[in-house]
């Protein structure tokens, strides 16, 4: 059984520039949550994807998208990217109607 | 607006101690209380989890007790061990979203 894979997990952009996120869910989860974790604080949900469409949003503005495939992998795309985007960006998966979230071991952006 | 208050911030004990994070929510619709366990460069794994019609769940040395009237719940650690040493997240979970605790670093002293 694989758990959750992230890719990359280090990354450096700058102020303006669009970056995209990927996740590999586990094997038999079929949603997937992303999260931001900005440093000395607890992650924050971002958005959740079931059956490919978004369906669950936190309080991110609309530069923050995602996208999930038929595989359940998934995309977060971040454009015009802001300072405060800097933190570590966590996927976690799960089984529909589950509360147990697997956790990925993140991609750390850095935005100058 | 955060809905998870934890605290403390940091604590330290010596082996063997019985750590307690505490951590306080505001929405009555959370369904699902899980505590999870962060080590540096990793993800967050889950440790335990309760429900609300609990008030104590146990599993190995960690123990989570509940008080649904006062919107609260606690982790505690039976002789904590320094590869314990972590940082700890309490959170909320409703209608698929979980909000988070800011974490609590705790450090076992050998």
């Known amino acids: 059984e694989t758990g959750v894979t992230q890719s990359p997990t280090h990354l450096i952009k700058t102020r303006g520039q669009q970056v995209t996120l990927r996740c590999s869910s586990q094997s038999g989860h079929n949603t997937v949550s992303w999260y931001q974790q900005a440093l000395g604080q607890g992650p924050q949900f971002i958005f959740q994807?079931?059956?490919?469409?978004?369906?669950g949003r936190g309080n991110f503005p609309p530069r923050f998208s995602g996208l999930q495939f038929p595989n359940y992998s998934s995309e977060l795309n971040v454009n015009a990217l802001e300072l405060d985007d800097s933190a570590l960006y966590l996927c976690?998966?799960?089984?529909?109607?589950?509360?147990?979230?697997?956790f990925g071991a993140g991609s750390r952006l850095t935005v100058l | 607006q955060q809905q998870v208050k934890q605290s403390p911030q940091s604590l330290i004990v010596q082996k063997g101690g019985i750590p307690i994070i505490n951590c306080a929510y505001e929405?009555?619709?959370?369904?699902?209380f899980p505590w999870y366990q962060q080590f540096p460069g990793k993800g967050p794994a889950l440790l335990i989890a309760i429900r609300p019609d609990v008030s104590e769940k146990k599993e190995g040395r960690f123990t989570i007790s509940f008080n649904k009237s006062a919107k609260q719940f606690s982790l505690h650690i039976m002789d904590s061990q320094p590869g314990d040493s972590a940082t700890y997240f309490c959170a909320a979970r409703n209608a698929g979203k979980s909000t988070f605790g800011d974490g609590t670093t705790l450090t076992v002293k050998p």
């Open positions: 929405n009555t619709a959370f369904d699902y």
């Open positions: 994807y079931y059956r490919e469409e978004e369906n």
């Open positions: 976690a998966s799960s089984f529909s109607g589950a509360n147990v979230l697997t």
